[in-house]
């Protein structure tokens, strides 16, 4: 039961780091489109649309892996391994992009004005809380029996 509890944990931050993607990347698309440099919107230059891209695919997967071991907690399977790579996956992801899409707004992504700022701070405890990136890596190494 203890057990269980910390899987639950873990997946609950697990999609608060899928959710902060979501909204990180909707937040940064719309900087970016009403954003000018060089006489164009900044998301019409191939670097910006392919690092967009890049995290969004990167969040369908976390949202993807998340979703395929919630429905295996629902029905009562042993899901540590799993719940821990999700917890991983998703929250150091959620850095990463909050990291990019900060880079994206330039010198504005440290204003107040902006949540990027406040999201490229917060979720740093994602990584920490419930666990830490190197815990949950430890976990997930001796359950694949290394």
Known sequence: LCMQNLEWERM???????????????????????RQAFGRPVSKFQTTRHLLANLATETEAARALC???????????????EASMCKVFACEL?????????????????????????SWRDLRLNT???????????????????
Request: overall charge neutral; glycine content about 10%; proline content about 0%.
């Open 94 to 118: 959620a850095n990463r992009v909050a990291d990019r899409c900060l880079q994206l707004h330039g010198g504005y992504g440290y204003m107040m004005e902006y949540d990027v700022q406040r």
């Open 128 to 146: 920490i809380g419930g666990g830490t990136t190197e815990i949950m890596l430890e976990i997930i190494s001796k359950l694949m029996g290394l």
């Open 67 to 81: 979703y395929a071991t919630l429905w295996r907690l629902h029905k009562g399977e042993n899901v540590t391994k």
């Open 12 to 34: 609950m931050m697990a999609l608060g780091s899928v959710v902060a993607c979501d909204r990180l990347l909707a937040q940064a698309i719309d900087y970016t489109s009403t």
